[in-house]
């Protein structure tokens, strides 16, 4: 199984150097969509209008896979 490793970029860099063993690239943008909402929901008080953040999947040569943004708007 190939590891994948999902990195977060806040305006501060939350590196997973562990990473997880998963079966393929569908099951590794499953969890990350569930470890992004986790996070949201960790921080959901403290994200504002205009804020950015991305989640990175990368595989074990350090390639990223795959990657999900995330901006907070209002609408116009």
């Given amino acids: 199984m190939p590891r994948f490793f999902f ?6 860099d939350l590196r997973d150097e562990e990473g997880m063993l998963l079966p393929d690239l569908d099951a590794a943008r499953r969890l990350a969509i ?3 909402g986790a996070l949201l929901g ?3 008080q403290s994200i504002g209008f205009g804020d ?3 989640l990175e999947a990368t595989d074990e040569a350090k390639k990223v896979v795959f990657r999900l943004d995330f901006r907070v708007r209002a609408a116009a």
């Fill in 52 to 54: 950015t953040w991305h």
């Fill in 34 to 36: 569930q470890y992004a």
């Fill in 42 to 44: 960790e921080s959901g």
């Fill in 7 to 12: 990195n977060v970029q806040d305006g501060v």
